[in-house]
Each structure stands twice: as C-alpha cells, then as structure tokens.
C-alpha cells in the first residue's frame, strides 16, 4: 500500500492537472468569444471602396 506521502502527492498532482486542464479550456473558450466579436465587428463595418 502506497505511503500517505504518496498519496498526497498523487492527489495533488491531480488537481493540479484539472487545473492546467480547466485553465487551457477557459483560455481557448475566450479565444473563440474574441473571435466571434471580430467577425461580427468586421461584418458591420461597410466594404471598402473599390
């Protein structure tokens, strides 16, 4: 059986790891939300004279 250090390690690298995993899917969740602004801003602004 694992000693208690270990465990705490194992534990801890866990939530460290739905942490980076969390973090990563607000990060891309933003870059989408930015993206969609963009191309909703350029869709008001009129063509450019040819």
Do not use: C, F, N, Y
């Not at 694992?2 to 690298?13: D, K, N, Q, R």
Request: hydrophobic content about 50%; charged content about 20%.
């Amino acid at each position: 059986m694992p000693s208690p250090a270990e465990l705490t390690l194992l534990v801890l690298l866990v939530a460290v790891g739905v942490g980076v995993w969390t973090l990563l899917d607000r990060v891309g969740a933003v870059q989408r939300e930015v993206e969609a602004i963009k191309r909703k801003l350029d869709g008001d602004q009129p063509p450019p004279p040819a």
